[in-house]
Protein backbone atom coordinates (compact mmCIF):
# COMPACT_ATOMS: atom_id res chain seq x y z
CA UNK A 1 0.00 0.00 0.00
CA UNK A 2 1.09 3.40 -1.07
CA UNK A 3 1.47 6.41 2.15
CA UNK A 4 -1.53 7.64 2.85
CA UNK A 5 -1.84 11.27 1.41
CA UNK A 6 -2.24 14.04 4.89
CA UNK A 7 -4.23 16.57 3.84
CA UNK A 8 -3.29 19.53 5.90
CA UNK A 9 -6.25 22.26 6.64
CA UNK A 10 -5.15 25.86 7.98
CA UNK A 11 -7.88 26.85 9.81
CA UNK A 12 -10.81 28.66 7.84
CA UNK A 13 -11.23 32.49 8.45
CA UNK A 14 -14.56 33.47 9.37
CA UNK A 15 -17.09 36.23 10.68
CA UNK A 16 -16.85 37.65 13.97
CA UNK A 17 -19.56 36.38 16.15
CA UNK A 18 -23.03 38.10 16.06
CA UNK A 19 -22.26 38.63 19.70
CA UNK A 20 -20.55 41.50 21.51
CA UNK A 21 -21.53 40.50 25.16
CA UNK A 22 -23.41 37.81 26.96
CA UNK A 23 -26.44 39.64 27.99
CA UNK A 24 -26.86 40.12 23.88
CA UNK A 25 -26.67 36.78 23.48
CA UNK A 26 -28.68 35.59 26.58
CA UNK A 27 -31.51 34.10 24.78
CA UNK A 28 -29.48 31.75 22.86
CA UNK A 29 -27.62 30.71 25.61
CA UNK A 30 -31.11 30.40 28.14
CA UNK A 31 -31.31 27.37 25.00
CA UNK A 32 -28.11 25.91 25.18
CA UNK A 33 -27.90 25.66 28.87
CA UNK A 34 -31.42 24.00 28.99
CA UNK A 35 -29.49 21.39 26.73
CA UNK A 36 -26.47 20.63 28.70
CA UNK A 37 -29.27 20.64 32.11
CA UNK A 38 -30.80 17.93 30.06
CA UNK A 39 -27.56 15.98 29.74
CA UNK A 40 -25.86 16.12 33.47
CA UNK A 41 -29.77 15.63 35.15
CA UNK A 42 -30.23 12.32 32.30
CA UNK A 43 -29.08 10.01 34.19
CA UNK A 44 -28.65 11.25 38.10
CA UNK A 45 -32.36 12.48 38.29
CA UNK A 46 -33.62 8.65 37.22
CA UNK A 47 -30.91 6.39 39.21
CA UNK A 48 -32.91 7.40 42.43
CA UNK A 49 -35.62 5.91 40.93
CA UNK A 50 -34.07 1.98 39.93
CA UNK A 51 -35.51 0.49 42.77
CA UNK A 52 -38.56 1.95 42.08
CA UNK A 53 -38.81 1.19 38.77
CA UNK A 54 -37.35 -2.33 39.30
CA UNK A 55 -40.40 -3.54 41.92
CA UNK A 56 -43.11 -2.01 39.62
CA UNK A 57 -41.93 -4.11 35.69
CA UNK A 58 -40.10 -6.83 37.72
CA UNK A 59 -37.11 -6.23 36.24
CA UNK A 60 -33.77 -7.83 36.93
CA UNK A 61 -30.87 -6.16 38.02
CA UNK A 62 -29.42 -6.54 34.63
CA UNK A 63 -32.16 -4.94 33.00
CA UNK A 64 -31.83 -2.41 34.97
CA UNK A 65 -28.27 -1.41 34.78
CA UNK A 66 -28.86 -1.24 30.33
CA UNK A 67 -31.73 1.61 31.90
CA UNK A 68 -28.59 3.50 32.35
CA UNK A 69 -25.83 2.15 29.68
CA UNK A 70 -28.37 1.57 26.92
CA UNK A 71 -28.50 5.65 27.23
CA UNK A 72 -25.17 5.89 28.00
CA UNK A 73 -23.84 3.78 25.43
CA UNK A 74 -25.47 5.25 22.56
CA UNK A 75 -24.76 8.72 23.57
CA UNK A 76 -20.92 7.91 23.53
CA UNK A 77 -20.62 6.04 20.14
CA UNK A 78 -22.92 8.40 18.23
CA UNK A 79 -21.35 11.76 19.76
CA UNK A 80 -18.44 12.06 16.65
CA UNK A 81 -20.50 10.83 14.03
CA UNK A 82 -23.13 13.39 15.14
CA UNK A 83 -20.68 15.96 15.78
CA UNK A 84 -19.39 15.36 11.88
CA UNK A 85 -22.92 15.08 10.59
CA UNK A 86 -23.71 18.96 12.09
CA UNK A 87 -20.37 20.38 10.94
CA UNK A 88 -22.19 18.95 7.21
CA UNK A 89 -25.93 19.51 7.44
CA UNK A 90 -25.83 22.57 10.08
CA UNK A 91 -25.33 22.69 13.53
CA UNK A 92 -28.22 24.31 14.56
CA UNK A 93 -30.40 22.27 12.08
CA UNK A 94 -29.44 18.72 13.75
CA UNK A 95 -29.72 20.10 17.54
CA UNK A 96 -33.30 21.20 16.92
CA UNK A 97 -33.96 17.76 15.17
CA UNK A 98 -32.39 16.12 18.20
CA UNK A 99 -34.41 18.25 20.48
CA UNK A 100 -37.94 17.63 18.93
CA UNK A 101 -36.76 13.17 19.28
CA UNK A 102 -36.02 14.11 22.67
CA UNK A 103 -39.26 15.52 23.47
CA UNK A 104 -41.36 12.76 21.53
CA UNK A 105 -39.29 9.74 23.72
CA UNK A 106 -39.60 11.35 26.89
CA UNK A 107 -43.66 11.81 25.78
CA UNK A 108 -43.38 8.16 25.07
CA UNK A 109 -42.74 7.13 28.90
CA UNK A 110 -46.30 7.35 29.44
CA UNK A 111 -46.71 4.25 27.63
CA UNK A 112 -43.80 1.92 28.86
CA UNK A 113 -45.12 -0.85 30.83
CA UNK A 114 -41.68 -3.17 30.48
CA UNK A 115 -37.91 -2.96 30.95
CA UNK A 116 -37.72 -3.62 27.47
CA UNK A 117 -39.67 -0.60 26.45
CA UNK A 118 -38.07 1.34 28.89
CA UNK A 119 -34.32 0.79 27.60
CA UNK A 120 -35.75 1.56 24.06
CA UNK A 121 -36.65 4.86 25.30
CA UNK A 122 -33.58 5.46 27.27
CA UNK A 123 -31.62 4.34 24.18
CA UNK A 124 -33.10 6.62 21.68
CA UNK A 125 -32.56 9.53 24.22
CA UNK A 126 -29.07 8.78 24.03
CA UNK A 127 -29.52 9.24 20.53
CA UNK A 128 -31.17 12.29 21.07
CA UNK A 129 -28.37 13.59 23.60
CA UNK A 130 -25.62 12.91 21.16
CA UNK A 131 -27.00 15.03 18.65
CA UNK A 132 -27.66 17.83 20.68
CA UNK A 133 -24.61 17.92 23.13
CA UNK A 134 -21.69 18.41 20.81
CA UNK A 135 -23.49 21.45 19.32
CA UNK A 136 -24.17 22.97 22.80
CA UNK A 137 -19.96 23.89 23.12
CA UNK A 138 -19.73 24.55 19.39
CA UNK A 139 -22.65 26.39 18.95
CA UNK A 140 -21.76 28.68 22.41
CA UNK A 141 -17.48 29.07 20.96
CA UNK A 142 -19.27 30.67 17.32
CA UNK A 143 -21.49 32.90 19.21
CA UNK A 144 -18.18 35.15 19.92
CA UNK A 145 -15.56 36.15 18.31
CA UNK A 146 -13.19 36.99 21.93
CA UNK A 147 -11.59 34.32 23.65
CA UNK A 148 -12.58 35.91 27.24
CA UNK A 149 -16.34 35.79 26.21
CA UNK A 150 -16.04 32.27 24.86
CA UNK A 151 -14.87 30.87 28.07
CA UNK A 152 -17.32 32.69 29.48
CA UNK A 153 -20.27 31.18 27.67
CA UNK A 154 -19.02 27.93 28.13
CA UNK A 155 -18.94 28.43 31.99
CA UNK A 156 -22.31 29.34 32.16
CA UNK A 157 -23.62 26.84 30.45
CA UNK A 158 -21.44 23.93 32.77
CA UNK A 159 -22.75 25.96 35.51
CA UNK A 160 -26.45 25.45 34.62
CA UNK A 161 -25.06 21.98 34.16
CA UNK A 162 -23.63 21.35 37.19
CA UNK A 163 -26.48 22.79 39.45
CA UNK A 164 -28.62 19.84 37.41
CA UNK A 165 -25.67 17.31 38.12
CA UNK A 166 -25.95 18.24 41.85
CA UNK A 167 -29.43 18.78 42.65
CA UNK A 168 -30.73 15.87 40.23
CA UNK A 169 -30.62 12.65 42.95
CA UNK A 170 -32.76 15.20 45.49
CA UNK A 171 -34.67 16.59 42.98
CA UNK A 172 -35.29 12.48 41.77
CA UNK A 173 -36.22 11.61 45.59
CA UNK A 174 -38.80 14.44 46.01
CA UNK A 175 -40.47 14.05 43.43
CA UNK A 176 -41.04 10.31 43.74
CA UNK A 177 -42.60 10.93 47.46
CA UNK A 178 -45.89 11.98 45.63
CA UNK A 179 -45.49 11.27 41.36
CA UNK A 180 -45.11 8.34 39.53
CA UNK A 181 -41.61 7.60 38.38
CA UNK A 182 -42.52 8.32 34.79
CA UNK A 183 -42.91 12.09 36.02
CA UNK A 184 -38.51 12.27 36.22
CA UNK A 185 -38.50 11.58 32.81
CA UNK A 186 -41.39 13.77 31.71
CA UNK A 187 -39.34 16.78 33.25
CA UNK A 188 -37.59 16.82 29.92
CA UNK A 189 -40.17 18.03 28.22
CA UNK A 190 -40.52 21.80 29.62
CA UNK A 191 -36.80 21.49 29.45
CA UNK A 192 -36.71 20.40 25.39
CA UNK A 193 -39.52 23.84 24.65
CA UNK A 194 -37.31 25.66 26.50
CA UNK A 195 -33.84 24.34 24.77
CA UNK A 196 -36.02 24.67 21.15
CA UNK A 197 -37.24 28.18 21.91
CA UNK A 198 -33.64 30.08 22.72
CA UNK A 199 -32.36 28.07 19.71
CA UNK A 200 -34.66 29.09 17.09
CA UNK A 201 -35.25 32.51 17.92
CA UNK A 202 -31.42 33.53 19.81
CA UNK A 203 -28.80 31.18 17.70
CA UNK A 204 -28.31 32.62 13.87
CA UNK A 205 -29.36 29.83 10.84
CA UNK A 206 -25.75 28.22 9.76
CA UNK A 207 -24.31 30.13 6.99
CA UNK A 208 -23.92 26.89 4.11
CA UNK A 209 -20.59 28.82 2.99
CA UNK A 210 -19.25 27.81 6.60
CA UNK A 211 -20.37 24.29 6.15
CA UNK A 212 -18.18 20.91 5.55
CA UNK A 213 -18.39 19.68 2.07
CA UNK A 214 -16.71 16.18 1.92
CA UNK A 215 -18.33 13.48 0.98
CA UNK A 216 -19.51 11.47 4.17
CA UNK A 217 -17.51 8.89 5.07
CA UNK A 218 -19.78 5.54 5.67
CA UNK A 219 -16.74 3.09 6.41
CA UNK A 220 -14.94 5.24 9.14
CA UNK A 221 -18.67 5.95 10.95
CA UNK A 222 -19.27 2.08 10.74
CA UNK A 223 -15.74 1.14 12.38
CA UNK A 224 -15.81 4.27 14.83
CA UNK A 225 -18.86 3.77 16.00
CA UNK A 226 -18.03 0.32 16.66
CA UNK A 227 -15.01 0.68 18.73
CA UNK A 228 -16.51 3.35 20.75
CA UNK A 229 -19.77 0.79 21.32
CA UNK A 230 -17.62 -2.09 22.27
CA UNK A 231 -15.23 0.52 24.82
CA UNK A 232 -18.07 1.56 26.64
CA UNK A 233 -20.00 -1.73 26.80
CA UNK A 234 -16.54 -2.95 27.97
CA UNK A 235 -16.88 -1.60 31.81
CA UNK A 236 -20.31 -3.57 32.17
CA UNK A 237 -19.23 -6.74 31.24
CA UNK A 238 -16.32 -6.60 33.45
CA UNK A 239 -18.90 -5.55 36.36
CA UNK A 240 -21.24 -8.21 35.70
CA UNK A 241 -19.60 -11.24 34.87
CA UNK A 242 -15.81 -10.80 36.09
CA UNK A 243 -12.85 -10.51 34.62
CA UNK A 244 -12.51 -14.24 34.50
CA UNK A 245 -15.22 -13.97 32.06
CA UNK A 246 -14.28 -14.31 28.26
CA UNK A 247 -17.02 -11.58 27.21
CA UNK A 248 -15.21 -8.50 28.55
CA UNK A 249 -12.31 -9.27 26.84
CA UNK A 250 -13.68 -10.25 23.74
CA UNK A 251 -15.68 -6.86 23.81
CA UNK A 252 -11.52 -4.53 24.89
CA UNK A 253 -9.92 -6.85 21.94
CA UNK A 254 -13.26 -5.71 19.51
CA UNK A 255 -12.43 -2.48 20.49
CA UNK A 256 -8.92 -2.21 19.34
CA UNK A 257 -9.40 -4.26 16.53
CA UNK A 258 -12.03 -1.18 15.63
CA UNK A 259 -10.24 1.58 16.61
CA UNK A 260 -6.40 0.35 14.34
CA UNK A 261 -9.13 -0.35 11.61
CA UNK A 262 -10.84 3.04 11.99
CA UNK A 263 -7.44 4.95 12.02
CA UNK A 264 -6.16 2.67 8.83
CA UNK A 265 -9.88 3.75 7.13
CA UNK A 266 -9.11 7.42 8.27
CA UNK A 267 -5.37 7.75 7.21
CA UNK A 268 -5.95 6.39 3.50
CA UNK A 269 -9.81 7.90 2.66
CA UNK A 270 -9.75 11.24 0.46
CA UNK A 271 -12.48 12.19 2.60
CA UNK A 272 -12.29 10.44 5.90
CA UNK A 273 -14.92 10.92 8.70
CA UNK A 274 -12.22 12.38 11.26
CA UNK A 275 -8.92 14.40 9.48
CA UNK A 276 -6.56 12.74 11.80
CA UNK A 277 -4.34 15.26 10.31
CA UNK A 278 -6.86 18.01 12.54
CA UNK A 279 -6.71 15.88 15.70
CA UNK A 280 -2.51 16.12 15.64
CA UNK A 281 -2.29 19.61 16.15
CA UNK A 282 -0.58 20.68 19.15
CA UNK A 283 -4.03 22.95 20.47
CA UNK A 284 -6.46 19.97 19.44
CA UNK A 285 -4.28 16.70 20.78
CA UNK A 286 -3.06 18.53 24.33
CA UNK A 287 -6.67 19.77 24.64
CA UNK A 288 -8.53 15.99 24.21
CA UNK A 289 -5.49 14.74 26.51
CA UNK A 290 -6.34 16.78 29.44
CA UNK A 291 -9.84 16.35 29.09
CA UNK A 292 -9.31 12.65 29.08
CA UNK A 293 -7.09 12.92 31.93
CA UNK A 294 -9.26 14.49 34.05
CA UNK A 295 -12.52 11.80 33.11
CA UNK A 296 -10.38 9.17 33.71
CA UNK A 297 -9.41 10.21 37.58
CA UNK A 298 -12.86 11.55 38.51
CA UNK A 299 -14.37 8.24 37.16
CA UNK A 300 -12.09 5.98 38.73
CA UNK A 301 -12.61 8.47 42.27
CA UNK A 302 -16.27 8.98 41.81
CA UNK A 303 -16.51 4.66 41.56
CA UNK A 304 -13.90 4.20 44.63
CA UNK A 305 -15.92 6.76 46.94
CA UNK A 306 -19.32 5.12 46.32
CA UNK A 307 -18.43 1.84 47.26
CA UNK A 308 -16.42 2.91 49.98
CA UNK A 309 -18.32 4.77 51.84
CA UNK A 310 -21.21 2.69 51.87
CA UNK A 311 -19.69 -0.99 51.70
CA UNK A 312 -16.34 -0.51 53.17
CA UNK A 313 -17.70 1.92 56.03
CA UNK A 314 -21.49 0.97 56.04
CA UNK A 315 -23.13 4.36 55.62
CA UNK A 316 -26.75 5.01 54.72
CA UNK A 317 -27.43 5.97 51.11
CA UNK A 318 -28.66 9.37 52.49
CA UNK A 319 -25.45 10.08 55.03
CA UNK A 320 -22.86 9.10 51.52
CA UNK A 321 -24.68 11.68 49.60
CA UNK A 322 -24.14 13.95 52.52
CA UNK A 323 -20.36 12.84 52.26
CA UNK A 324 -20.33 14.03 48.59
CA UNK A 325 -21.41 17.41 49.70
CA UNK A 326 -17.41 18.96 49.24
CA UNK A 327 -17.86 18.20 45.87
CA UNK A 328 -21.07 19.27 45.12
CA UNK A 329 -20.89 22.69 46.85
CA UNK A 330 -16.97 23.70 44.78
CA UNK A 331 -19.04 22.46 41.30
CA UNK A 332 -21.94 24.85 41.76
CA UNK A 333 -20.04 27.55 44.06
CA UNK A 334 -17.02 27.82 41.46
CA UNK A 335 -18.61 29.18 38.30
CA UNK A 336 -18.07 32.66 38.77
CA UNK A 337 -14.19 32.12 39.65
CA UNK A 338 -13.94 30.16 36.60
CA UNK A 339 -13.30 32.94 33.85
CA UNK A 340 -10.96 34.75 36.14
CA UNK A 341 -8.62 32.10 36.97
CA UNK A 342 -8.74 31.91 33.49
CA UNK A 343 -7.89 35.33 32.23
CA UNK A 344 -5.49 35.50 35.16
CA UNK A 345 -3.59 32.69 34.09
CA UNK A 346 -3.84 32.16 30.50
CA UNK A 347 -6.27 29.29 28.94
CA UNK A 348 -2.87 26.69 28.45
CA UNK A 349 -1.90 27.06 31.96
CA UNK A 350 -5.80 27.16 33.37
CA UNK A 351 -5.98 23.72 31.42
CA UNK A 352 -3.34 21.96 32.70
CA UNK A 353 -3.42 23.21 36.13
CA UNK A 354 -7.14 22.06 36.37
CA UNK A 355 -6.57 18.56 34.99
CA UNK A 356 -3.61 18.47 37.45
CA UNK A 357 -5.76 19.10 39.98
CA UNK A 358 -8.15 16.20 39.45
CA UNK A 359 -4.84 13.95 38.74
CA UNK A 360 -3.72 15.20 42.36
CA UNK A 361 -7.45 14.85 44.19
CA UNK A 362 -6.98 10.89 42.87
CA UNK A 363 -3.36 11.01 44.24
CA UNK A 364 -4.57 12.05 47.68
CA UNK A 365 -7.59 9.90 47.88
CA UNK A 366 -5.05 6.98 46.85
CA UNK A 367 -2.86 8.04 49.85
CA UNK A 368 -5.22 9.07 52.20
CA UNK A 369 -8.43 7.69 51.56
CA UNK A 370 -8.32 4.86 53.47
CA UNK A 371 -7.29 6.80 56.90
CA UNK A 372 -10.79 8.52 56.86
CA UNK A 373 -13.04 10.91 55.65
CA UNK A 374 -11.09 13.57 55.86
CA UNK A 375 -8.58 12.63 53.00
CA UNK A 376 -12.09 11.99 51.04
CA UNK A 377 -13.10 15.50 51.63
CA UNK A 378 -9.64 17.45 50.51
CA UNK A 379 -9.25 14.28 47.47
CA UNK A 380 -13.06 15.88 46.57
CA UNK A 381 -12.44 19.33 46.67
CA UNK A 382 -9.20 19.18 44.24
CA UNK A 383 -10.96 16.96 41.95
CA UNK A 384 -14.16 19.46 42.04
CA UNK A 385 -12.15 22.65 41.34
CA UNK A 386 -9.84 20.95 38.50
CA UNK A 387 -13.40 19.38 37.14
CA UNK A 388 -14.97 23.37 36.94
CA UNK A 389 -12.26 24.63 35.25
CA UNK A 390 -10.67 21.95 32.56
CA UNK A 391 -14.41 21.67 30.57
CA UNK A 392 -13.49 25.10 29.55
CA UNK A 393 -10.03 25.43 29.53
CA UNK A 394 -9.42 21.80 27.33
CA UNK A 395 -12.81 22.52 25.33
CA UNK A 396 -11.38 25.95 24.51
CA UNK A 397 -7.91 25.38 23.29
CA UNK A 398 -9.43 21.99 21.17
CA UNK A 399 -12.15 24.16 19.31
CA UNK A 400 -9.36 27.19 18.69
CA UNK A 401 -6.98 24.75 17.42
CA UNK A 402 -10.00 23.48 14.70
CA UNK A 403 -11.01 25.49 11.58
CA UNK A 404 -14.07 27.28 11.50
CA UNK A 405 -16.07 24.60 9.89
CA UNK A 406 -15.13 21.67 12.27
CA UNK A 407 -15.97 22.78 15.68
CA UNK A 408 -19.49 20.73 16.33
CA UNK A 409 -16.74 17.49 15.16
CA UNK A 410 -14.11 19.07 17.75
CA UNK A 411 -16.90 19.30 20.59
CA UNK A 412 -18.13 15.88 19.54
CA UNK A 413 -14.02 14.45 20.22
CA UNK A 414 -13.96 16.41 23.92
CA UNK A 415 -17.08 14.89 25.09
CA UNK A 416 -16.17 11.34 23.14
CA UNK A 417 -12.63 11.42 25.07
CA UNK A 418 -14.43 11.85 28.27
CA UNK A 419 -17.43 9.49 27.94
CA UNK A 420 -14.63 6.98 26.89
CA UNK A 421 -11.83 7.56 29.73
CA UNK A 422 -14.73 7.56 32.20
CA UNK A 423 -15.32 4.11 31.37
CA UNK A 424 -11.43 3.04 30.89
CA UNK A 425 -11.34 4.20 34.70
CA UNK A 426 -14.78 3.01 35.78
CA UNK A 427 -13.00 -0.90 33.81
CA UNK A 428 -9.94 -0.53 35.64
CA UNK A 429 -11.10 -0.12 39.03
CA UNK A 430 -13.35 -3.36 38.32
CA UNK A 431 -10.87 -5.17 37.08
CA UNK A 432 -8.56 -4.83 39.91
CA UNK A 433 -11.50 -5.58 42.15
CA UNK A 434 -12.45 -8.65 40.66
CA UNK A 435 -8.69 -9.31 40.82
CA UNK A 436 -7.71 -8.54 44.38
CA UNK A 437 -11.80 -8.80 46.43
CA UNK A 438 -13.13 -12.69 47.23
CA UNK A 439 -16.63 -12.81 46.76
CA UNK A 440 -19.16 -10.10 45.89
CA UNK A 441 -18.23 -6.47 46.62
CA UNK A 442 -21.99 -5.66 46.68
CA UNK A 443 -23.25 -8.20 49.20
CA UNK A 444 -21.56 -5.75 52.43
CA UNK A 445 -21.39 -7.35 55.56
CA UNK A 446 -17.36 -8.12 54.59
CA UNK A 447 -14.90 -9.95 56.92
CA UNK A 448 -12.22 -8.96 57.88
CA UNK A 449 -10.18 -9.89 55.04
CA UNK A 450 -12.22 -8.60 52.72
CA UNK A 451 -12.23 -5.21 54.25
CA UNK A 452 -8.23 -5.89 53.78
CA UNK A 453 -8.53 -6.90 49.95
CA UNK A 454 -11.05 -3.45 49.09
CA UNK A 455 -8.30 -1.01 50.59
CA UNK A 456 -5.49 -3.19 48.87
CA UNK A 457 -7.98 -2.62 45.29
CA UNK A 458 -8.53 0.97 46.19
CA UNK A 459 -4.42 1.60 46.41
CA UNK A 460 -3.84 -0.29 43.38
CA UNK A 461 -6.50 1.04 41.16
CA UNK A 462 -5.79 4.48 42.37
CA UNK A 463 -1.61 3.99 41.81
CA UNK A 464 -2.63 2.89 38.28
CA UNK A 465 -5.36 5.72 37.32
CA UNK A 466 -3.21 8.68 38.72
CA UNK A 467 -0.04 7.19 37.07
CA UNK A 468 -2.00 7.20 34.16
CA UNK A 469 -3.52 10.37 34.09
CA UNK A 470 -0.32 12.27 35.25
CA UNK A 471 1.03 11.13 31.72
CA UNK A 472 -1.63 12.15 29.94
CA UNK A 473 -1.33 15.64 31.52
CA UNK A 474 2.50 15.43 30.98
CA UNK A 475 2.15 14.78 27.44
CA UNK A 476 -0.72 17.20 26.97
CA UNK A 477 1.78 20.39 28.24
CA UNK A 478 4.42 19.03 26.07
CA UNK A 479 2.08 19.16 23.16
CA UNK A 480 1.10 22.88 24.26
CA UNK A 481 4.31 23.67 24.84
CA UNK A 482 4.74 27.38 23.04
CA UNK A 483 7.52 25.53 20.91
CA UNK A 484 5.23 22.96 19.71
CA UNK A 485 2.16 25.27 19.09
CA UNK A 486 4.75 27.80 17.31
CA UNK A 487 5.87 24.56 15.46
CA UNK A 488 2.40 23.31 14.74
CA UNK A 489 2.05 20.28 12.93
CA UNK A 490 4.93 18.56 10.85
CA UNK A 491 4.88 16.64 7.65
CA UNK A 492 3.89 17.21 4.05
CA UNK A 493 0.99 19.38 3.42
CA UNK A 494 -1.29 20.06 0.27
CA UNK A 495 -4.46 22.24 0.01
CA UNK A 496 -7.90 20.21 0.89
CA UNK A 497 -9.05 18.70 -2.01
CA UNK A 498 -11.80 20.23 -3.88
CA UNK A 499 -15.87 18.84 -2.61
CA UNK A 500 -17.43 16.62 -5.17
Same mark, same amino acid.
Given at each position: MSSPRVIQERPVPGPSGPFRSLREARVALAGLSAVFLFEMMSNTVLNVALPTIGRELAAPTVA???? *?????? !???????????????? =???? !???? =????? %???????????S???????????????????????????????????????? *?? +??????????? %??? !?????? /?????? &?? $? $??? !???? &????VGIRTGVPADDPADLHKAPTDLAGGVLGTAALVLALVAPTLFAHTGAGSWAPWAAVAGAVVAAVLFVVRERSARHPLLDLALVARPQVSGGLAYKA??????????YL????????? %??????????MLPQVAVLI?? %????????????????????? =? /??? *???? +?? *???????????AVALVFVAAGMRVVGAAAGVNVLNGLPRNRTSTGAALIDTAAEVTAAVGVAVVGTVLAALFAGN????????????????????????LTVVSAALVGWAMHRTRPAARDRGDTGPTEPPAPAN
Open positions: LQWV *TNGYSV !VFGALMLVFGVVADRL =GRRS !VMLV =GLTLL %GVASLATIAVSTGELIAVRAVMGLAAAMTTPGTMAMAFRLFEEEGLRVKAI *TL +ISTVGMVGLAI %GPT !VGGFVL /SFAPWQ &VL $L $LVN !VPIV &VLAIAAGLANAGLAVTLQLQLDW %GWSPALASLGAG %GPFVHRFVERVGIDRAAWLSA =G /SVV *TGLA +IY *TLCGNLGYPGVVAAGHWSAAQTGQFRSAVTLSGAV
